[in-house]
Nanobody, 121 residues
């Protein structure tokens, strides 16, 4: 019953910016950690950034100072502002959320279908 839908991907030149958005919908009680992962061709999916309900944020070293993750709990949304993009950032970006939903009594990970970010001149 829980769905995550990403938006905001596209083609951008090196040094440009994109803002990814993800909205969580369906039947659920609460959302704990939300985050963004990415997967480039031939690579494993990796964590880019996540943010807890309490606001603790984690980034991989490669994006520190360039990417900013934020969330709006009232709207059940999480965002990833990406600045100073590099060709190496090209990947499919996936939204992730840990959600407490009936009939479960524990949090489960849910994933969006992904949005493609291509950084190229």
């Amino acid at each position: 019953q829980v769905q995550l839908v990403e938006s905001g991907g596209g083609l951008v030149q090196p040094g440009g910016s994109l803002r990814l958005s993800c909205v969580v919908s369906g039947r659920f009680f609460s959302i704990s950690t939300m985050g963004w992962y990415r997967q480039a061709p031939g690579n494993e999916r990796e964590l880019v950034a996540n943010i807890t309900r309490g606001g603790r944020i984690n980034y991989i070293d490669y994006v520190k100072g360039r990417f900013t993750i934020s969330r709006d709990n009232a709207k059940n949304e999480v965002y990833l502002q990406m600045n100073s993009l590099k060709p190496e950032d090209t990947a499919v970006y996936y939204c992730n959320a840990r959600v407490l939903s009936p009939p479960n009594y524990y949090n489960m990970d849910y994933w969006g279908k992904g949005t493609l970010v291509t950084v190229s001149s």
